[in-house]
């Protein structure tokens, strides 16, 4: 591969691939039968659909603006963690299969192009020092669901949970992520999401402060 820039992460989906470059630019190749690489219009053709690439192709819709910061891929979807250029706050793409939730975006639809999802973007914190940005300090996608780490140490979840995936007693998947009170008095350290399984490492007696955020 010698036509791309500096790469800094590589993910793999079940069938595809992605590059973070380190001028936060992000590049796939694979399958794309599910829209886990964008590009909506080309896979709409009535000819020659684009539902494989064989070198690597720019994901580029709604986010063209943004630096993007890290990534993780699902079995048919990705999440882009991005970072605006016009007023410096986190925001979050996703983009491919999402009969489960796994784009975390509130709605379900068998395949689609990136689209921001707002219950992990633009959020902010209320400090003594004033008003400071969220940001996703870990991106981990299983199979189909996936968990997120915020700077201020809470954890969300979203996607499929018929495995128990998501720790919540329940079989039901969420469209919504949903943030995790297991560890309301720890320090999370990581997560990470495996094919139908989570894991989360911490380290207690944390003294948290009371804080107020709003969007």
Known sequence: MTNLPPVKKVVAGSNHTLVLTEGGTVFGWG??????????????????????????????????????EDMSAGDEFSILVTRSKTNDETEVYGCGHNIHGELGVGFLKHVSDLVKIDSLSNYKIKTDDGEKDIRIKEISCGNNHCMALLSIGVVMEWGANEYGQLGNKKRVFSENPLIVNNFAKENVLSVSCGHNNSAVITENNLKKEGSETKK
């Open 31 to 68: 399958s794309n039968s599910n829209l886990q690489l964008s590009h909506q219009k080309e896979f709409a053709t009535v000819e020659n659909p684009l539902l494989a690439v064989f070198h690597p192709i720019k994901f580029e819709m709604n986010i063209s603006d943004n630096s993007v």
